[in-house]
């Protein structure tokens, strides 16, 4: 046997060594690759969410203007600022002690958007690997939950958005509903990019 060992290859010898492993050593390394894959599918997927989750609102936005204007009424008013843009002028004057300018304020809005897309993306697709009963409801209740902690309990708490009682009904169905897009859009793209997997 000794013999054999020595006539194989390095690379042989470690596949044959690999092959003795206890089956716990094997399965712990194949679960922190599935880990990393999912970290990356789901940071990956969340930002093409993010993507649709902006045409949803444009969209949303264009046809509530439409049927102002059809019915004579007023446009409904708009922040100055969006909440991204609030966190982005809040890290920056508090971390870096630095204004931002109208030109910066339009990169940062959306790079916050779209950070804030990816790190959630990548929380769920980590969930996903660990325990795939997250991803029932197709990504739905994932979207539920994000807009209950951000939109209605994060962002008010934090001073970047009115509280949710000062906000009209039709704030709160919008945001909603752009966080179940956001949803259903990470887990369909999460479940493009990790086509490697078998169980999802």
Same mark, same amino acid.
């Given at each position: ?19 003795? $492993? ?6 712990? #390394? ?5 880990? !990393?894959? &999912? ?10 969410? @993010? ?7 444009? %969209?949303? !936005? ?29 890290? #920056?004057? @508090?971390? $870096? ?39 029932? &409801?197709?990504? %739905? ?23 949710? @009682? ?19 859009? !990470? ?14």
């Amino acid at each position: 046997m000794t013999q054999a060992l020595n006539n194989l290859s390095k690379s042989e010898l470690f596949w044959a060594r690999m092959h003795h $492993l206890p089956d716990h050593f094997r399965d712990s #390394s194949a679960q922190r690759r599935n880990l !990393t894959r &999912g970290i990356a599918a789901g940071a990956l997927a969340g930002l093409a969410a @993010g993507w649709v989750m902006v045409r949803f609102q444009n %969209l949303w !936005t264009g046809m509530e203007n439409r049927l102002h204007a059809s019915a004579g009424k007023s446009q409904p008013k708009t922040e100055a600022d969006p909440s991204t843009v609030k966190a982005a002028k809040k890290i #920056s004057q @508090g971390i $870096l002690g630095h204004q931002l300018s109208d030109g910066e304020k339009r990169l940062a809005g959306p790079a916050v958007h779209y950070g804030f897309s990816a790190a959630s993306g990548a929380l769920y697709g980590m969930a996903a690997e660990i325990s795939p009963q997250v991803t029932r &409801g197709q990504g %739905l209740p994932f979207g539920t939950v994000l807009f209950v902690a951000a939109d209605e309990v994060a962002l008010p708490a934090s001073g970047l958005s009115p509280k949710a @009682g000062d906000v009209p009904l039709s704030k709160h169905i919008y945001g909603l509903a752009s966080h179940l897009v956001f949803g259903l859009a !990470t887990e369909l793209a999460r479940r493009l990019i990790r086509t490697d997997r078998r169980h999802r």
